[in-house]
């Protein structure tokens, strides 16, 4: 059974940092892309970064572009989103998926996990 399970997130000042974590059990990441993307209230989900098991040519959304950054820990099934200079427009549920290559619409994920709340206050 595949289970992608979140961790971090949390409230913060604008300017502040936050890391995101999302854990993989049952799938190799060797096989599959993890996605991160938010949904704020009221809008739909939006695509934010990408990563591959080569870490090669992550992708981000423009929004966040020099701010965000996606790795991944192979050994640990971890996939990471170090989020800095949080902006109060960055506020949104964040989750992460998988699936085997990278796109950007979220219908086409297989597996996701459970969203985690990203608060950025002015």
């Known amino acids: 059974q595949v289970q992608l399970v979140q961790s971090g997130g949390g409230s913060v000042q604008a300017g502040g940092s936050l890391r995101l974590s999302c854990a993989a059990s049952?799938?190799?990441?060797?096989?599959?892309?993890v996605a991160w993307f938010r949904q704020a209230p009221g809008k739909e989900k939006q695509f934010v970064s990408a990563?591959?098991?080569?870490?090669?040519?992550?992708l981000y959304v423009d929004s966040v572009k020099g701010r965000f950054t996606v790795s991944i820990d192979n050994a640990k099934n971890t996939v990471y989103l170090q989020m800095n200079s949080l902006k109060p427009e960055d506020t949104a549920v964040y989750y992460c998926?998988?699936?085997?290559?990278?796109?950007?619409?979220?219908?086409?994920?297989?597996?996701w996990g459970q969203g985690t709340q990203v608060t950025v206050s002015s």
């Open positions: 049952g799938l190799a990441f060797s096989n599959y892309a």
């Open positions: 998926a998988a699936r085997r290559g990278v796109v950007a619409d979220s219908t086409l994920y297989d597996y």
């Open positions: 990563i591959t098991w080569s870490r090669s040519n992550p």
